[in-house]
């Protein structure tokens, strides 16, 4: 996973933890920013095989019911940021809600408030009833956007190289996705007027679903 933000990179391919650990210093359990607080932790490291085939380790989510699992990492503020990762579900919920993603990857502005990080300004890319989606709010009681990037499956047990960007200033934001075989996906968003999201595709990355 690489995390590109104005004060430096965050790059970790968690090779370096014990497994069944929680990854140390740079990650926090993301219990500590919802509300409330899940049992800590919510995931661990395997051991398994990569997008490549070839034996890794890897962050995995705990299988159980709750507003948000997972790893978070602090970043300045700043206008540009990018984040990109392999992604996998391994297990498809056989009732998803959508409150309760399967997986997830961005960006949330925390403010500070003792409400779940959930409900503040976000930007994500995530898996809901087997399908990539984006969804994106810059206040929760006034604008938001949510809409489906591709109609093909995301079949459980396939990797998938996730990358995400984002422009803080115009609300730019810029998806990739690829499969195992680098079939790509991608999508390009913009907030704008004051608030309300549009998107246009690029359709160089368009021609070919996931």
């Given amino acids: 996973m690489t995390v590109a933000a104005s004060a430096g990179p965050i790059t970790d391919d968690f090779e370096s933890y014990a497994v069944g650990s929680f990854p140390s210093a740079t990650w926090l359990d993301m219990s500590i920013a919802t509300n409330p607080p899940l049992p800590a932790p919510t995931g661990s490291v395997i051991q398994t095989n990569g997008r490549d085939g070839l034996p890794t380790r890897a962050f995995q989510v705990s299988l159980t019911s709750g507003s948000s699992q997972g790893l978070i990492a602090e970043i300045a503020p700043g206008r540009h940021h990018m984040v990109s990762a392999d992604m996998r579900v391994d297990v498809h919920q056989p009732t998803p809600r959508f ?34 989606w984006f969804y994106a709010v810059s206040n929760p009681s006034r604008s938001s956007y949510n809409v489906q990037l591709s109609d093909v499956p995301v079949a459980a047990g396939d990797w998938f190289g996730v990358s995400f960007a984002i422009d803080a200033l115009t609300g730019d934001a810029h998806v990739s996705i690829v499969d195992a075989a680098g079939v790509p996906n991608g999508e390009t968003y913009a907030l704008a007027d004051g608030g309300h999201f549009h998107h246009g595709r690029d359709r160089s990355l368009r021609r070919t679903c996931l």
Wanted: aromatic letters at 18%; charged letters at 20%; proline letters at 6%.
């Fill in 99 to 132: 409150g309760n993603w399967e997986a997830a990857i961005g960006f949330f502005n925390d403010r500070g408030t003792p409400a779940d990080i959930n409900t503040e300004p976000q930007a994500v890319v995530y898996v809901y009833q087997q399908r990539w």
